[in-house]
């Protein structure tokens, strides 16, 4: 069973960095991508970015590109999420997720960590 915990979280202001940390155990097998998602108060979970273990193959949504830079300590088995000019509308809960081939959907979530930016 392949734990998740992330860490890193907290309150910024605008324009601020922060930076999430996601440390995996557990794993018996190599894994094929690590992603972070978010989840805003009264709205959908949506897609942040992942990145891939094996070839470091990094993707962001649109609201996050140029701000946000996924990525991965393959020794540690630990990803990052390095968040720039943090915005108000990025507040949320931000989670990650593993997905362990590409035949399957991300399977292993953490408990997710709160993301506060004031402006």
């Known amino acids: 069973q392949v734990q998740l915990v992330e860490s890193g979280g907290g309150l910024a202001q605008a324009g601020g960095s922060l930076r999430l940390s996601c440390a995996a155990s557990?794993?018996?097998?190599?894994?094929?991508?690590m992603g972070w998602f978010r989840q805003a108060l009264g709205k959908e979970r949506e897609f942040v970015a992942s990145?891939?273990?094996?070839?470091?193959?990094?993707d962001y949504a649109d609201s996050v590109k140029g701000r946000f830079t996924i990525s991965r300590d393959n020794a540690e088995n630990t990803v990052y999420l390095q968040m720039d000019r943090l915005k108000p509308e990025d507040t949320a809960v931000y989670s990650c997720?593993?997905?362990?081939?590409?035949?399957?959907?991300?399977?292993?979530w953490g408990q997710g960590t709160q993301v506060t930016v004031s402006s």
């Open positions: 997720a593993d997905q362990s081939s590409i035949f399957k959907p991300y399977e292993y």
């Open positions: 557990g794993r018996t097998f190599s894994s094929y991508r």
């Open positions: 990145i891939m273990w094996s070839r470091g193959i990094t």
